[in-house]
T-cell receptor
């Protein structure tokens, strides 16, 4: 079956620190990969996506590269801000009979201190 | 308009009540979804509608009844819920298919915080 594994949190950083949140996956077929962010009290927002191997998704200073050889989609940001404090979910989607299903990782809580 | 709206934001109901959650999108998306999210957990898929037809039901108890009146609206009817059904209920939509291309990125609403007493 399909699964997503994220690094365990919570992650606590100081402002302007470098961020990496690891995400690896197993999937049948060729998945699309996503990072979603959930701020306190809100729904999920799509942060970035990649639909094929070696694609790099980027948004708001965050980046992630679809690595088929290592089945990974790690999220990075060069300099985090307090406003980046949120829960980050890595997710994948495949077609076929699983079409429409997002498989999520467990989520990583990020706290950024001034 | 690039957002999914959900009403109400908060709902408190007793175990014998009947209530409905509403979701609306005006992005022309043809797939809509209901998720349940417990605290500190990822969302769990409940139902998927594609072109206004129910395409996925993740073995959800019958006390949850989805309805898709048209391509922009999605309802979730609630009846005889249990306290363990208290959660954040999220609606999402996606474009589905166009010209043979599958668009599977989902856009989420802010959710309805449901408390069952």
């Amino acid at each position: 079956g399909n699964s997503v594994t994220q690094m365990e949190g919570p992650v606590t950083l100081s402002e302007e620190a470098f961020l990496t949140i690891n995400c690896t996956y197993t999937a049948t077929g060729y998945p699309s990969l996503f990072w979603y962010v959930q701020y306190p009290g809100e729904g999920l927002q799509l942060l970035l996506k990649a639909t094929k191997a070696d694609d790099k998704g980027s948004n708001k200073g965050f980046e992630a590269t679809y690595r088929k050889e290592t089945t990974s989609f790690h999220l990075e940001k060069g300099s985090v801000q307090v406003s980046d404090s949120a829960v980050y979910f890595c997710a994948l989607s495949v077609g076929g009979t699983s079409y429409g299903k997002l498989t999520f990782g467990q989520g990583t809580i990020l706290t950024v201190h001034p | 308009d690039t957002e999914v709206t959900q009403t109400p934001k908060h709902l408190v109901m007793g175990m014998t009540n009947k209530k409905s959650l509403k979701c609306e999108q005006h992005m022309g998306h043809r797939a809509m979804y209901w998720y349940k999210q417990k605290a500190k957990k990822p969302p769990e898929l409940m139902f998927v509608y594609s072109y206004e037809k129910l395409s996925i039901n993740e073995s959800v108890p019958s006390r949850f009844s989805p309805e898709c009146p048209n391509s922009s609206l999605l309802n979730l009817h609630l009846h005889a819920l249990q306290p363990e059904d208290s959660a954040l209920y999220l609606c999402a939509s996606s474009q589905d298919r166009s010209g043979g291309v599958i668009y599977n990125e989902q856009f989420f609403g802010p959710g309805t915080r449901l408390t069952v007493l």
